[in-house]
């Protein structure tokens, strides 16, 4: 790699200093816990929208996608076809709930559906899962930043924590959501360079490119194939990982939290339905610039498919643009971890320090230890991600069989408290572990492509979770208020508005707009189809 330069490295520290800038200024307007974990909820639903699209585009997206696809093809793809179906069950079943309830902490629903075990237990798998996988996206940011720039893996690791943990400990949740909007820009405006200039250097034009890569059938995103040990099928993109990422937006602290921070529930549902209908567009992006590369490098082996990107920026020769570049995968990560930052320390407060240790904690004390597990959970993170450092072998791929050991519990915690009539507390904590020693056999003894663990984890966690429920406890006599049919029951007897702005208040009830989520997945599935086949 090329000497970094003094105009890389100029770009590179006006970025981190806009947004620590950020967080000092939105810092004077946190005056309370409510404030640092909700904002005064006066954000635009777009700003939150963009922030929720931001976070879950991390460094190893902006890096991982293209050298995914250089070798996969457009076909995975299909693992990220699946937002608009995701988002409609998110905002139809999920943010109802926890909206209307005003909690800070979505994990205190389990507790009001069936008790303060299941509560502390999701909770607990939120904090250990959320942990490693910022220490993931930190470990791999900083190998970049390496690559890119010379600074030593382990001291990138320690400055990358630091920015993000100083604006977030100052700004809370209104910092994490600005500067996301700063950071999934600059990560669109390098992606679109990057684009740009790929299309310039290509020895051949477009059509010829992609006619030659159709005849190596790398154009071919729609794989029907039924065989459960491939990754990128359309049967694992729709449904396996339709129910993976459900568990992502819809049981995930880090995600809901900033559409608590919304005006109203109106807000909350638009904020989520940015990333139903904008994913698609970000992800096709950096997939489309994979195969592209595939064909400027005429299929050369790369000994990390991770640096296309960087190798490709570094030869072009455009002052600059090296620094955008690491400012962008500098933006995909902290707009990650900001967020992991802020909501563990949302979910330390309230649901274990003000539960367990002090009950009678005000808010000024909330607040200032708020900021403590901030600064806690920032240094926590860092043991790991240094850890990983030291390692040999694909930890990334590690960690992806680890965490599919959780989603399965989250999916089927939600679901049977949503739609369950006789599950209850007991029967639910059988079915979790049950589940967790299912999932371990399949991930060590089958060939089952990694996506269908959340699926089949779900699967077992409720079959069991029911089954053991009516063992232990018996049929239940009616449902609980906070099921779907509960809350249904509810609005109808105490004759309640379902609606806030044309917007609806009760879970279960599709809003008009959703519709329009479905009929983008069905556009989304013909554009697929018709690129490969018009070539």
């Given at each position: 790699?090329?000497?970094?330069?003094?105009?890389?490295?100029?770009?590179?520290?006006?970025?981190?200093?806009?947004?620590?800038?950020?967080?000092?200024?939105?810092?004077?307007?946190?005056?309370?816990?409510?404030?640092?974990?909700?904002?005064?909820?006066?954000?635009?639903?777009?700003?939150?929208?963009?922030?929720?699209?931001?976070?879950?585009?991390?460094?190893?997206?902006?890096?991982?996608?293209?050298?995914?696809?250089?070798?996969?093809?457009?076909?995975?793809?299909?693992?990220?076809?699946?937002?608009?179906?995701?988002?409609?069950?998110?905002?139809?079943?999920?943010?109802?709930?926890?909206?209307?309830?005003?909690?800070?902490?979505?994990?205190?629903?389990?507790?009001?559906?069936?008790?303060?075990?299941?509560?502390?237990?999701?909770?607990?798998?939120?904090?250990?899962?959320?942990?490693?996988?910022?220490?993931?996206?930190?470990?791999?940011?900083?190998?970049?930043?390496?690559?890119?720039?010379?600074?030593?893996?382990?001291?990138?690791?320690?400055?990358?924590?630091?920015?993000?943990?100083?604006?977030?400990?100052?700004?809370?949740?209104?910092?994490?959501?600005?500067?996301?909007?700063?950071?999934?820009?600059?990560?669109?405006?390098?992606?679109?360079?990057?684009?740009?200039?790929?299309?310039?250097?290509?020895?051949?034009?477009?059509?010829?490119?992609?006619?030659?890569?159709?005849?190596?059938?790398?154009?071919?995103?729609?794989?029907?194939?039924?065989?459960?040990?491939?990754?990128?099928?359309?049967?694992?993109?729709?449904?396996?990982?339709?129910?993976?990422?459900?568990?992502?937006?819809?049981?995930?602290?880090?995600?809901?939290?900033?559409?608590?921070?919304?005006?109203?529930?109106?807000?909350?549902?638009?904020?989520?339905?940015?990333?139903?209908?904008?994913?698609?567009?970000?992800?096709?992006?950096?997939?489309?610039?994979?195969?592209?590369?595939?064909?400027?490098?005429?299929?050369?082996?790369?000994?990390?498919?991770?640096?296309?990107?960087?190798?490709?920026?570094?030869?072009?020769?455009?002052?600059?643009?090296?620094?955008?570049?690491?400012?962008?995968?500098?933006?995909?990560?902290?707009?990650?971890?900001?967020?992991?930052?802020?909501?563990?320390?949302?979910?330390?407060?309230?649901?274990?320090?003000?539960?367990?240790?002090?009950?009678?904690?005000?808010?000024?004390?909330?607040?200032?230890?708020?900021?403590?597990?901030?600064?806690?959970?920032?240094?926590?993170?860092?043991?790991?991600?240094?850890m990983f450092s030291n390692s040999e072998g694909s930890i990334l791929e590690v960690l992806s069989k680890v965490g599919s050991y959780f989603v399965g519990a989250k999916l089927a915690m939600y679901g049977l408290g949503f739609f369950s009539k006789h599950t209850t507390e007991r029967g639910l904590l059988v079915g979790i572990a049950v589940g967790f020693f299912a999932i371990?056999?399949?991930?060590?003894?089958?060939?089952?492509?990694?996506?269908?663990?959340?699926?089949?984890?779900?699967?077992?966690?409720?079959?069991?979770?029911?089954?053991?429920?009516?063992?232990?406890?018996?049929?239940?006599?009616?449902?609980?208020?906070?099921?779907?049919?509960?809350?249904?029951?509810?609005?109808?007897?105490?004759?309640?508005?379902?609606?806030?702005?044309?917007?609806?208040?009760?879970?279960?009830?599709?809003?008009?707009?959703?519709?329009?989520?479905?009929?983008?997945?069905?556009?989304?599935?013909?554009?697929?189809?018709?690129?490969?086949?018009?070539?």
């Open positions: 790699m090329a000497e970094f330069g003094t105009l890389n490295w100029s770009i590179l520290l006006a970025y981190i200093a806009v947004n620590l800038y950020i967080g000092y200024l939105l810092g004077k307007k946190v005056d309370s816990a409510e404030d640092f974990f909700l904002g005064d909820r006066s954000t635009p639903w777009w700003a939150i929208g963009i922030s929720v699209l931001g976070t879950y585009v991390s460094a190893l997206t902006f890096l991982g996608a293209p050298a995914w696809a250089y070798t996969e093809g457009l076909s995975v793809i299909a693992i990220h076809l699946n937002y608009p179906l995701v988002i409609f069950a998110v905002v139809t079943f999920f943010l109802p709930f926890f909206f209307n309830s005003g909690v800070a902490s979505i994990y205190e629903y389990q507790e009001r559906r069936f008790g303060p075990t299941s509560r502390t237990v999701i909770s607990s798998i939120f904090l250990v899962s959320q942990a490693l996988t910022s220490a993931a996206v930190l470990y791999a940011t900083a190998l970049v930043l390496e690559f890119i720039t010379g600074v030593q893996v382990e001291w990138a690791i320690v400055i990358v924590t630091i920015v993000a943990l100083i604006y977030t400990a100052m700004g809370g949740i209104t910092a994490v959501i600005w500067t996301d909007v700063i950071q999934a820009s600059i990560l669109l405006v390098g992606g679109m360079i990057i684009t740009y200039a790929l299309l310039t250097e290509m020895p051949m034009p477009l059509g010829e490119t992609l006619d030659a890569l159709k005849a190596q059938g790398l154009t071919r995103a729609l794989n029907f194939d039924v065989d459960v040990t491939q990754v990128t099928t359309i049967w694992s993109g729709v449904i396996a990982m339709t129910l993976f990422h459900i568990t992502v937006y819809g049981t995930n602290q880090m995600m809901v939290q900033r559409t608590l921070a919304a005006k109203n529930i109106g807000d909350a549902k638009k904020s989520f339905m940015f990333m139903g209908f904008g994913a698609f567009f970000i992800y096709f992006l950096f997939v489309f610039l994979g195969i592209l590369f595939y064909s400027y490098y005429g299929g050369r082996e790369f000994e990390n498919g991770n640096t296309i990107i960087l190798e490709f920026a570094a030869n072009y020769g455009l002052p600059g643009l090296m620094g955008i570049i690491a400012a962008a995968v500098l933006a995909a990560s902290m707009s990650s971890l900001d967020s992991a930052f802020n909501s563990m320390a949302t979910v330390s407060i309230v649901d274990f320090y003000k539960k367990f240790y002090r009950p009678e904690a005000d808010s000024d004390e909330c607040l200032k230890m708020s900021r403590f597990f901030t600064v806690m959970w920032a240094a926590i993170i860092i043991v790991p991600a240094i371990g056999y399949v991930a060590n003894y089958t060939d089952i492509a990694w996506p269908w663990y959340c699926a089949i984890g779900a699967a077992v966690n409720v079959s069991v979770s029911w089954g053991a429920s009516l063992l232990l406890d018996g049929r239940q006599t009616e449902y609980s208020p906070y099921t779907v049919h509960g809350q249904l029951r509810q609005f109808r007897e105490e004759k309640l508005e379902a609606k806030d702005g044309g917007w609806y208040r009760v879970p279960g009830k599709v809003d008009a707009t959703s519709y329009w989520l479905l009929a983008f997945f069905v556009a989304c599935l013909a554009f697929l189809f018709s690129f490969d086949a018009l070539i």
